[in-house]
């Protein structure tokens, strides 16, 4: 007799692949719709260049006053493979790897989403995806902390495994070497592991006083040897304890100047995108409750909807984080059918391929790419300033320097957008009194070749630099929309 049971998990299995394969498509279409180049990429590229030429810093190679201050690259074996994939293949290349981190987020969390929600909740993972890919997709652009979100993506999937069955839980220390290496969000990855341990600790208890409601989930040998690996794991880089201390002098150690960056920007309740993720976040730990969540799930989610609204640049954890509780949403009569349908073989592979051809279409060409750095960068300043002197030392502004950096190796810059590394070492603070009104004098002092400021449609905080420098007899040497380069008398 044929095995029914076999034949069924097959037939359930199928839809799965193509479905994945869909809510991956749908993520990356979403994220290729975004400009998906950054300030940052500069310097990684410049930083990656450093490491292939030069070795590993001990000191920063780019910065003006920070010339000869302590600083190793907490990314550098990403930046090292960034810049690899540029010299193997220009921007096309990069936008592979782009896309494939992409895809690989999205599948990564529909499996997640859809292991939470059971037999049959493939199409309602599929939804959660949906529902958390535009809020997740504000930053996730070309730049090392896209891997740090695949990578707490893949934890929390082998977690949720490891709960039913095998798992690379067993051997998640050496994805933390790795991890370190890569991205320094890794004591993120730390925080999934403690919440598990202490969601399963809290599901006895909870099993005992609520029978039926809650299912008691047993801490393994092998997860509390995880989580205490982990963090040792992390010290296994180049630059030692200052590497594996810098996630936490970056978020603790620069305090109230955090608030000066954008990204580090609490949520606004007058963005309707804002109030769409609170209101998503809301909803998820509500199913979570009312449907019986494990309460691992609940500590992430809880914990993820407290740094996205704290701060911007955790919104893609509303995917990574929040989203899978959303496939918990009970199916509503009319959505039966459909449901229905989804659940196809036919059906799936007609969506995913569907999808994937979206995301084909929708993704960055590099032409698109080298346009949008185009915009985004003082590129006619750059040429210039090369023609004026090969390895400059250079004023520059925040959004700028790394840009610089990159297409003038041997140039020194007053400033990039390494914010932390600033901040420390005391730039930032002169950044932002020159950008208040400050005056010009004291950074005269620093002997700068040519000074590189934004155009006034750009940023009109510094015209008044360029007033008083003319004053002092710089001369303007080029000028378009996206900057103004003066050089001294």
Request: hydrophobic share 55%; with cysteine.
């Amino acid at each position: 007799m044929p095995d029914v049971a076999a034949e069924r998990t097959g037939a359930l299995r199928r839809p799965t692949r193509w479905l994945t394969l869909a809510a991956a498509s749908l993520l990356a279409a979403v994220v290729f719709g975004r400009t998906v180049v950054e300030n940052d990429l500069f310097w990684h590229l410049a930083i990656g260049r450093y490491l292939e030429t030069s070795g590993f810093p001990r000191t920063d190679p780019f910065g003006i006053g920070t010339e000869g201050f302590a600083w190793s690259p907490p990314e550098w074996l990403a930046e090292w493979v960034i810049f690899r994939a540029y010299e193997l293949g220009g921007l096309g290349a990069l936008s592979a790897l782009h896309a494939a981190l992409v895809l690989l987020l999205g599948a990564l969390v529909f499996l997640r989403a859809q292991r939470l929600a059971g037999p049959g909740g493939a199409a309602h993972a599929l939804v959660a995806v949906a529902l958390a890919a535009l809020p997740a997709s504000v930053h996730l652009g070309i730049r090392p902390l896209l891997v740090g979100h695949v990578l707490s993506a893949l934890v929390l999937l082998e977690l949720a495994r490891d709960r039913r069955g095998p798992s690379l839980v067993p051997v998640l220390p050496l994805l933390f070497v790795l991890w370190a290496n890569l991205h320094p969000s890794w004591p993120l990855g730390v925080a999934w592991l403690a919440l598990e341990v202490l969601g399963r600790l809290a599901s006895g208890p909870l099993s005992r006083r609520f029978p039926g409601r809650f299912e008691a989930l047993p801490v393994s040998r092998a997860l509390l040897a995880s989580l205490l690996l982990a963090p040792l794991a992390a010290l296994l880089r180049p630059d030692g304890l200052e590497g594996f201390f810098y996630p936490f002098v970056h978020v603790i150690g620069l305090g109230d100047r955090m608030g000066e960056i954008i990204e580090w920007f609490p949520l606004s309740p007058t963005r309707p995108l804002h109030v769409f993720v609170v209101l998503l976040c809301a909803l998820a730990l509500a199913l979570g409750v009312k449907r019986r969540a494990a309460p691992p799930d609940l500590l992430v989610a809880l914990a993820s909807s407290y740094l996205l609204v704290r701060h911007q640049r955790f919104l893609p954890l509303a995917l990574i984080g929040v989203a899978p509780l959303l496939a918990l949403l009970p199916a509503l009569p009319s959505t039966e059918a459909l449901r229905a349908r989804l659940a196809s073989p036919s059906a799936a592979r007609a969506l995913g391929l569907a999808l994937a051809l979206v995301a084909l279409l929708t993704w960055p060409r590099p032409s698109e790419l080298a346009a949008s750095i185009d915009v985004l960068s003082p590129v006619g300043a750059t040429d210039a300033l090369a023609r004026v002197h090969p390895a400059p030392r250079v004023f520059t502004t925040f959004e700028d320097g790394g840009y610089v950096a990159w297409r003038l190796p041997g140039a020194r810059v007053f400033l990039d957008s390494r914010f932390d590394l600033y901040a420390r070492a005391g730039v930032f603070d002169a950044y932002l009194a020159l950008r208040s009104g400050g005056p010009v004098g004291p950074l005269l002092a620093q002997r700068f070749d040519a000074a590189m400021l934004p155009s006034p449609a750009r940023d009109a905080h510094f015209e008044h630099v360029r007033a008083e420098l003319v004053g002092l007899g710089w001369r303007e040497v080029f000028a378009d929309e996206s900057a103004v380069l003066l050089v001294p008398p």
